[in-house]
Structure formats: structure tokens, C-alpha cells
């Protein structure tokens, strides 16, 4: 199984046209992303199997960890190193038996409460939020907090990444806050500079953790 990244970049298509997301996989990367997370939520299977696929050998060239949002079967056809799952999502306990013990898979969670689902299903990791409020999901929970925000870490007794309005100036509150790391949207893929978005993002992350690079 891969790591568990810190800074997980989730590329989209829809807030913004300027790039692919292919594009943005390569530019997030060279801007200290350590986790790529395709999220697209319409088109057909086979051309998001054929993104994925590329996604994933661009990522794996990187040594970079390649998450799928939400669809177990193009995260099997590309081989992708995990999949991320929603509340309404697939079955998380039916993936674990379709993915096997040695792909990643992370769930959603915006209470305590589901945060014990996701244990009780076997997630590797729990994205929780949104912490801050958020444009990227039309249907996002009310923001938590950093103080909920802590309760979650002391819930999850694993990695959670913080989601929802996390950018380069709270990244380092959520890390302080005790999460492993963040995920972002907006705050890469809809700047006019993804890359130099990334580094940003990336150095705040370090210097919250006391500049423990990628680990």
C-alpha cells in the first residue's frame, strides 16, 4: 500500500476549463503534491477510464500516491493505488473485497458520528469537513471548525485530512489542529498559477509540521 500523502490535490474539470486533468495532476506534482485524486462526476466510463489511466502513470512516475473519488470500477481499471468514498458513495466494505487489503481507500465524514462509520467500515483514512466553508461542493455540510476539527483526530485514532476552504493561508491551523494533511479543489486548481499554488500550499503544510518535507 501506498502512504498516505499530506497534500492531496483533487483535479477538476468543471470549476475550471483552462486544463486538463491530466494537466493539473503534472502541475500539482511539480508543485510538492504528494497525493492526486481524480474527481469527475459525469461522462462516460471510458473516457474516464482513459484520463485515469494516464493520471495513474503520470502519478506513479512521480512516485506520487493516484486516488479515484467515488468510482470503484475506474479505479480498478487503471490500477489506481485507492479510491476515496463519500457518505452516499459505494459501499465502503464492498470495495475493501473488490480492491483487496493493499489499496488505499479513504470516506467522508462531516460528524463524529460518521467518522465511527468510516472506522467501522475499514477506511485507511478519514476526509473530514468541510472545515472552513466551501464553493467546490454544491452539497457540503455546514463548516466545523478547527475545534471539531480536533475532536475528529481524536475520533479517527488514524490519518484525517482536512477538507472544505482549506487554502494557503488556515493550512497550517488544520495541521496544528492535529490533521495529517489537506485536500484542496479551488485552492489549486482554480489559481492562475496551479503549480506555484501547490508550492505554496506545500511550504505552509512543512513549516506547520516543522518542516518535515513529504513525511
Known amino acids: 500500500m501506498r502512504r498516505i500523502g499530506r497534500l492531496h490535490v483533487l483535479t477538476d474539470t468543471e470549476l475550471q476549463t ?6 493539473l495532476a503534472r502541475l500539482a506534482i511539480s508543485g510538492g503534491a504528494d497525493t492526486i485524486q481524480f474527481r469527475q462526476k459525469t461522462g462516460p466510463t471510458r473516457e474516464l477510464i482513459r484520463a485515469a489511466l494516464e493520471m495513474k502513470q503520470v502519478c506513479e ?24 468514498l463519500g457518505q452516499e458513495d459505494f ?12 489499496r488505499i481507500i479513504g470516506g467522508s465524514a462531516s460528524t463524529l458520528d460518521e467518522i465511527r462509520k468510516c472506522l467501522a467500515d475499514g477506511v485507511d483514512y478519514v476526509g473530514f469537513g468541510p472545515v472552513y466553508p466551501t464553493a467546490s461542493k454544491a452539497d457540503a455540510a455546514p463548516a466545523s471548525g478547527n475545534d471539531l476539527l480536533r475532536k475528529a483526530v481524536e475520533a479517527a485514532r488514524g490519518p484525517v485530512i482536512a477538507i472544505g476552504g482549506v487554502n494557503a493561508g488556515n493550512a497550517a491551523e488544520v495541521v496544528r489542529a492535529g490533521a495529517h494533511g489537506v485536500a484542496v479543489i479551488s485552492a489549486v486548481c482554480c489559481q492562475p498559477d496551479p503549480k506555484a ?5 506545500r511550504e505552509a503544510l512543512d513549516r506547520a509540521a516543522g518542516g518535515n518535507g513529504n513525511g
Open 91 to 102: 459501499p465502503i466494505p464492498l470495495a475493501r473485497e473488490l480492491l483487496g487489503a493493499g
Open 197 to 201: 499554488a501547490t508550492r505554496t500550499l
Open 18 to 23: 483552462r486544463f486538463t486533468h491530466v494537466e
Open 61 to 84: 512516475e512521480a512516485g506520487v500516491t493516484f486516488i479515484v473519488n467515488d468510482r470503484v470500477d475506474v479505479a480498478i481499471a487503471c490500477g489506481a493505488d485507492g479510491v476515496h
